[in-house]
């Protein structure tokens, strides 16, 4: 186990009715003035809009509004959400939605006391003050509520990039799974992949000697394919939302990943894919994530051995590299079961944008990227090139 520093200050509110706690956490963190940013209106068609709005109200916490963040969210709201939280000396920045909406508030907070471009905070500079962020969770999924990172896509250039900093860690997150059941079907599984996906970064690794987060990881695994199950039949199963909300905090708090070198190639590629296709991160991730798994098994048969035994259920043999492609092809099917796509062609990727993707992806990473298996630029065609095709 390597020695590790681990900082997770999130205070959490979790369950029924926890988002009328907004005032009292507010007050608690000296919020005077707050912008209340958030995605499109579903929040306000669920109501949830209204009941916070009547809690700031009630709680004499002035307020002002900032919505329209998108998938992937952009640089373009971001820069006039600096504006709007410096026009109105704001203090406390309250992200409403899922990880889009958090990360842009991130980038908000950041940006709103830096003096420069705040696109220099994901592109190396490090930020050094930030306005603290607050959260009240409708989709689970990034792991933003209780992460250090934030990915914001620049629109005029197609990049898509991402930063950490301790700074925007946000103060609190209040998460009801009731809130969750709204959520439309293609957007709770391609949540469920991402924090899957999360946890793969950590559990590939060279690190040895790491039982308990290999034990950690390889438990929430299983916690989230069965309670995806679970909604897939039954969307207002309230333990099954609970599991997966909690999930997905546990899957990017870095818990899982503490004591271990992680490995991030896989989110890399697919920041290509959802810069240059729109595609939402899940889906892509569902796509690019088992062809890495194929590419890279002979790196570590052992691991991947084990990941189809503890976490999908392959049977133990002799065997064991073919076990293991037991194992990737169950994550395979189970993505299908879910309905993620596996290919390139079900999220509109095409063979003749790879060169693209890879140009983009060597501004972003450099000639080589990855830890468990340092790929070049070479490796990462041909696991693109793998994603055309149907393996299963």
Not at 16 to 22: A, I, L
Not at 357 to 364: A, C, F, P, S, V
Request: proline fraction near 3%; include cysteine.
């Amino acid at each position: 186990m390597l020695n590790f520093n681990f900082y997770s200050p999130t205070e959490f509110e979790f369950g029924k009715d926890t988002q009328f706690e907004v005032g009292r956490l507010l007050k608690k963190h000296g919020a005077t003035k707050v912008l209340v940013h958030y995605g499109g209106g579903s929040i306000k068609r669920s109501g949830l809009y209204d009941e916070v709005i009547k809690v700031l109200n009630d709680e004499n916490i002035y307020y002002v509004e900032l919505g329209g963040v998108v998938p992937n969210p952009r640089d373009t709201l971001v820069y006039k959400g600096i504006k709007l939280v410096r026009k109105e000396q704001v203090d406390f920045i309250l992200a409403i939605g899922g990880g889009s909406v958090i990360d842009s508030a991130k980038a908000i907070a950041m940006g709103a006391l830096y003096e420069g471009d705040f696109w220099n905070l994901y592109d190396g500079t490090k930020a050094t003050k930030a306005l603290p962020v607050g959260v009240i969770l409708t989709i689970p999924a990034a792991g933003s509520e209780a992460s250090n990172s934030t990915v914001i896509t620049k629109v005029d250039k197609g990049l898509k990039r991402g930063t950490n900093s301790d700074l925007v860690r946000p103060k609190f997150a209040i998460i009801n799974p009731e809130l969750h059941y709204t959520i439309p079907k293609y957007h709770t599984f391609a949540g469920i992949v991402d924090m899957m996906s999360h946890i793969f970064e950590r559990y590939l690794t060279n690190t040895k000697n790491v039982e308990l987060t290999d034990l950690m990881c390889e438990a929430v695994l299983v916690a989230i394919i069965n309670s995806a199950r679970v909604i897939l039949k039954e969307p207002n199963n309230y333990e099954a939302r609970a599991n997966i909300a909690w999930a997905s905090t546990i899957a990017h708090n870095g818990i899982s990943g503490v004591g271990r070198q992680g490995d991030w190639a896989c989110h890399r590629m697919e920041h290509e894919l959802s810069a240059l296709y729109d595609v939402s991160h899940g889906a892509g991730l569902a796509v690019v994530f088992p062809n890495y798994m194929r590419y890279t098994l002979d790196h570590d048969v052992d691991r991947y051995y084990r990941l189809a035994v503890n976490v999908f259920g392959i049977t133990k043999g002799s065997d064991k590299k073919e076990i293991a492609k037991k194992g990737i092809d169950k994550l395979t099917k189970f993505y299908q079961e879910i309905g993620m796509p596996t290919t390139f062609n079900e999220i509109g990727a095409s063979e003749k944008d790879i060169p693209i993707l890879l140009k983009q992806l060597k501004i972003n990473v450099g000639s080589s990227f990855g830890s468990f298996v340092k790929l070049t630029m070479e490796d990462a065609k041909n696991i693109y090139k793998m994603c055309l095709l149907t393996h299963i």
